[in-house]
């Protein structure tokens, strides 16, 4: 009894009115962020949340369907910038700007963003008891190409692209008029190219 109590102080118990995009969850004893969800209101039967759900230790995905006024265990984490310093096996080596310690974070909790990430990157780290848990890249990256077959003259037909190889190993398209050694901009939420990066 008295360890239940404890693990609850831990926590802000929730409903499902309080669920957002990003925000951290206690589910099945696991720690999961939310990273989509639907309400539903059928027209039998009670309104549901439909939430997706990322495990902050595993990075696995999952799916969840709510009640609609459902308890939730909604866990405060702390959010903080740290620089990439470099790859150690499967982990991502970090550091506190602020106080130079260094952290491991497992590379899976980065998900398809890590292939645009590289070395001096500033990441918002989030911790759990002072401990990284996951992490977010910045929303768009300037990049080098390395490599990128020239594009063909006079095939203007329906937008085309090619692909082009980043400095990180990552292949996006690009349109045919971007070249080998330019530095482009991309978003690391989709994978897609923005713009020519402006020096």
Known sequence: ????????????????????????????????????????????GGAFYQVKMKNAVTGKSNDHRFRSGENIDVVRVEEKDM????????????MDMDTYEQFNLNEEMLGDALQFIKEEMILKVYLDEGNPIMADAPNHVVLEITYSEPGVKGDTANNPSKPATLE???IVQVPLFVKQGERIKVDTRTGEYVERAKD
């Open 1 to 44: 009894m008295v360890f239940y109590i404890f693990v609850a102080q831990l926590y802000t118990m929730g409903t499902t009115k309080d669920l957002s995009r990003g925000i951290f969850i206690r589910h099945n004893g696991q720690l999961c962020r939310v990273v989509d969800y639907q309400h539903t209101m059928p027209g039998k």
């Open 83 to 94: 620089q990439y310093l470099y790859k150690e096996g499967e982990n991502l080596v970090l």
């Open 168 to 170: 990180t190993g990552a």
